[in-house]
């Protein structure tokens, strides 16, 4: 049986903290899915395409790797209908570690069969959030060193459609 793991998240939009904890996990399995959550809770700046497009430009060439979209359904079922084993979460803190210990517990009550991966980014990307970097990149600041250049682009374009009248 392969090791096959499920690395869930919104990646709105993907940044390298996602990246650096996606590459930890292909180190450990050898089947990794980013599984992008459309979810409507969160109010998103790209579309699932567009967040899609993008990991799969970033992660072109990355061995094991699949990239899809969860549109509805828990998480748990979607583990045991593809045959995955491992929940990947990425923890940078301690707020972090307390909000996935509970979703963890209950992915395991709804499948035994899944375990919850907890793995910490490296030290440079503890503090980088896909919020902070919107609001960030969204009010013209650099946000180049935490994400990949064609996210840097992406966040870019978005901003000139969203105000127009900005330079950058």
């Not at 799969?56 to 995955?84: K, N």
């Not at 929940?87 to 709804?110: P, T």
């Amino acid at each position: 049986m392969k090791k096959k793991a499920i690395y869930p998240g919104t990646f709105d939009p993907f940044t390298n903290g996602h990246l650096d904890v996606l590459e930890r996990a292909l180190t450990i399995f050898e089947e990794v899915t980013v599984l992008i959550a459309e979810n409507s809770n969160k109010n998103t700046l790209f579309t699932v395409e567009e967040r899609m497009d993008a990991i799969r430009e970033i992660t072109i060439g990355m061995d094991g790797l699949h990239v899809e979209v969860l549109h509805d359904g828990l998480l748990a079922e979607y583990a045991r209908d593809v045959g995955a084993n491992a929940i990947i979460r990425g923890v940078r803190q301690v707020k972090d570690f307390e909000y996935e210990f509970q979703l963890s517990l209950l992915n395991r009550h709804l499948n035994p069969d899944v375990t919850t991966v907890f793995l910490m980014p490296n030290v440079k990307y503890t503090y980088i959030a896909s919020s902070i970097i919107k609001e960030v990149a969204m009010l013209g600041g650099d946000v180049s060193k935490f994400v990949h250049p064609s996210v840097l682009s992406m966040l870019h374009r978005k901003r000139k459609e969203l105000k127009p009248n900005t330079t950058s």
